[in-house]
């Protein structure tokens, strides 16, 4: 009778206290502050070319550097965007060019990983840590792009093979609507912090803070006055940083900033940039001379694509070169990924009129000539 | 595949071997309810749902096991599916946008949904509800051996939402007796 009495209660009790043991208590999050401004004595180059083709549609490449120098990129493809066969695919530029594309993402093998079904999957994100290069890409099981789970996988040997992917718990909702697009930037405790967006019902960017061991610490939004879409973070010391994010609201935008003070605790709307975004992904970049870059769309939409220049921490910015420029309205250069490597060559690619991603690596100095 | 994903395929079979045995099946319903388990894991009606709507409350997976078990009555009765509706109310619309702030991130650091939790269990014990006391330590037993990166997860899900709203309509619809 007695012992009936307190077994419930004593279970709770230990059951409280491992959950209490297991429960985070972070330190202040902080950004590794970014290394001292430095001039690039490159003189200017641009070059150009198409990433190996590896289905008729392809779309959002993302751009990693591996520890042994190679860039790596990663992109979806298939017969059409959301079609069944389509794949995340993968391949890196040696000194033999680029390789051959291998699909590392597919929804027959999310699925099987995952135990759940797969309806779809998009939107790579690549980030290399060391000898860790990470992965984030969606999988759909149920309706549009704002079914969307997020899931993550890692590889220790450049890309050659990856851990089964694990789907991360963002969503209390069915889990859905949590999307990368842009990669993370590195935490003081060892962590990342990873832009991403929620898009079902209500539209806004978001921040998920990770542990060194991949567990969540914290989910942050970044409230806007409207809908907005996928945040692209550049960090400026160790408790700043600024966010951009695509504009979704209806008519001409333009492109959309949060600000944190506090390491991303929080990320206050700040004034819109006086630059354009038909309702399209951006990608920034802090340059190692400390000028912050930013690819996106022009005023007239997905046929023209942009590079920008500020050179006071996001106060003012100035055209810097047009990439691409088409005067039919439905051609389309959009998706930008941006990376400076370790030699500061600046790496740039983009979905090309859905047919593939297109690759251009140039200097800072060819950004300082506009382009020329 | 991981623990996580492993669990959540194995409770979804559970979830439909306890839909199966609410079936208007007769006596032998909750035989057929188990025998639909091992149907539903390996013919991927539970992969199916774990797609659709993610990794099970341990809420959920104990009312499912009770159901399957033949326990009457169920934990889920008249006020607690209530209070799961109220707590839901407020919570999933917050929690997708609705407002500034988002109740689901106190979960990944879920120092006051503890204590919350603590004044939840100080209500069951004195209102004599040893069974949603236990059903309480397994979700948190299920948050401290890491099924679970957000404790939210291991309490409530849509799922049990629906359970919750399916069983105060059905109360609402039966004849009152006189008194």
Known sequence: MTLSRWLTPTLFVLALAAAAWRAPLPAAPAFVPPPAAASDPAPAFFSAAMLPTAAPSAHAAALAQLADGRIAAAWFAGTREGAADVAVWYATLGAEGWSAPQAIATREGTAAATLAYVRKVGNPVLYSEGERLHLWFVSVALGGWAGSMLNHAVSSNGGASWSPPTRLQTSPFLNISTLGRAPPVPLADGGLGLPVYHEFIAKHGEWLRLAPDGRIFDKVRMPQGGRTLQPAVAVLDGQHALAVLRDNDSGPGRIRVATTADGGQHWPAADALPLPNPNSSVAMLRLKSGRLLIAGNGETGRNQLLLWLSDDAGKTWRTAATVESDADPQAEFSYPALLQDRDGRVHLAYTWRRQGIKYAVYSEAWLNGGGR | ?179
């Open chain 2, 1 to 179: 595949m991981n623990a996580t994903a492993l669990y959540g395929w194995l409770a979804h079979g559970v979830v439909i071997g306890a839909l199966v045995s609410l079936l208007p099946l007769g006596s032998r319903r909750r035989i057929l309810g188990l025998a639909a388990i091992p149907l539903a894991l390996l013919g991927g009606p539970a992969a199916l749902l774990h797609g659709f709507v993610g990794t099970p409350s341990v809420t959920l997976l104990a009312l499912a096991a009770c159901q399957l078990a033949g326990r009457t009555p169920t934990p889920l009765d008249w006020r607690p599916a209530w209070s799961l509706i109220g707590v839901a109310t407020l919570f999933y619309p917050m929690a997708l946008g609705f407002g500034p702030f988002d109740p689901y991130a106190v979960g990944y650091q879920p120092w006051p949904l503890l204590l919350a939790i603590c004044v939840l269990a100080a209500l069951l014990l004195h209102c004599r509800r040893n069974d949603w006391l236990l059903i309480l330590s397994a979700a948190l037993a299920g948050y401290a051996g890491g099924l679970y990166g957000n404790l939210w997860d291991a309490l409530i899900d849509p799922l049990l939402l629906v359970a919750a709203l399916a069983v105060v309509i059905g109360r609402s619809r039966q004849p009152r007796l006189a008194g």
